[in-house]
């Protein structure tokens, strides 16, 4: 997505989500999915978390606090997503 910003590429899962997250004891125990990971913008990992959850539930107050907030890019995501799929 074209933006004003200079964004780095890095990797990134693509489907975070709680389903794909594996927790034992309160740790971390693996994730899982990772067919649409690959190299993206630095802002693709919040703007399609936030997207699967449409600010629904506390997951968003999460993501929020975990990545750098993108909400410029995540309003383009939103949009263009709803518009083109």
Known sequence: MPSQYKHRNIFTHGDLRLANIKVKDGHVTGILDWEFSGW?????????ALH?????????????QI???????YGAYQFLTEVLW
């Open 40 to 48: 993206y913008p630095e802002y693709c990992e919040f703007a399609k």
């Open 67 to 73: 990545f750098k907030p993108y909400c410029a890019e």
């Open 52 to 64: 699967i959850w449409k600010w629904r539930n506390d997951w968003t107050d999460y993501m929020v």
